[in-house]
């Protein structure tokens, strides 16, 4: 862990950040939208029960990413996550579509998947000559996999930070991390999966631990070591190296955080956007 994250990390830990995050998670403000403040320049387009936001670079884009933000599936957008995807949109360049979807407690989670397919089939259609990356980060990997595996759509690569890839947590081993996680309680994460299983009817999710789901897909996934989520993670990776055409690199920091992105000033931030950049950048013509 470098210096700062190491502050950054005692300092969440002295303010039982955790706390904080499990509370905005139960009883989130999901009136509140980044995209309706007065500084935000970019595109909304509503569609039915959520809407695709488009923020352009400062230069022409050589590639779009649509982004499925993190918060459980329950908080809306902020603007760390706004101001880390528009950093990646310039540093590209390319254009972002922000996935803005609906929110458990508000909409069921078929909603959410539904409308989340729906965007990824949009966003691709009208791509023009653009090749399409997908980007998550937390609890954004559950539709965003989701919507690849079911719609098909060919994408050139999928970036995910920090994921959460199953909504129930069967792993016994995440439930025996989670306590050395300053960011995640187990038993809240835990209820708001459950109620997303509950709430998507007859659907079934694709198992992203079956090698046989992930042919032929590009992979990115950025983690840290000691985050509650990261046996899963590592399972993920394991599995997606033995699937048929599929390319998957990772990086793990030692001793990190969940969603550490969304602090920029820290090393390891820097270190992340340079490399989906960089990622970005060889697989343009992909």
């Known amino acids: 862990m470098s210096f700062k994250a190491r502050r950054q990390f005692n300092k969440l830990a002295k303010n039982q950040y955790k706390s904080n995050v499990s509370h905005s998670f139960l009883k989130p403000n999901q009136r509140y939208s980044v995209f309706n403040q007065p500084e935000f320049e970019g595109k909304v387009a509503k569609i039915d029960t959520g809407q695709i936001v488009t923020i352009e670079p400062e230069q022409a884009p050589i590639a779009q990413i649509i982004y499925f933000h993190g918060g459980a599936m329950t908080v809306p957008m902020n603007e760390d996550q706004l101001r880390l995807v528009t950093r990646i949109g310039d540093m590209v360049p390319a254009t972002i579509k922000v996935v803005d979807y609906p929110l458990l407690f508000q909409s069921k989670s078929i909603d959410l998947i539904q409308f989340s397919q729906r965007a990824i089939k949009e966003v691709i259609t009208n791509s023009g000559d653009l090749p399409t990356y997908i980007l ?5 990997t559950i539709p965003a996999v989701e919507s690849v595996l079911a719609t098909f759509e060919s994408v050139a690569g999928i970036i995910l930070i920090s994921p959460w890839f199953d909504p129930k947590l069967h792993d016994q081993k995440i439930k025996r991390q989670s306590e050395d996680d300053i960011f995640l309680d187990y038993d ?13 009817g007859e659907y079934k999710l694709h198992d992203v631990f079956d090698p046989a789901n992930l042919r032929g897909q590009n992979f990115l996934v950025f983690y ?9 993670t ?8 033995r699937a048929v055409d599929t390319t998957v690199k990772s990086h793990k920091f030692t001793d990190a955080f969940h969603d550490y992105v969304l602090w920029p000033d820290l090393p390891e931030t820097k270190k992340t956007e340079k490399l989906i950049s960089a990622f970005i950048k060889d697989r343009r013509d992909a």
């Not at 840290?224 to 899963?232: A, V």
């Open 234 to 241: 590592e399972r993920f990776i394991e599995v997606a190296e």
């Open 136 to 140: 998550a980060d937390s609890a954004g």
């Open 224 to 232: 840290s070591q000691n985050e509650m989520l990261s046996p899963d």
């Open 188 to 200: 809240v994460l835990k209820q708001i999966g459950d109620e997303f299983e509950d709430s998507l």
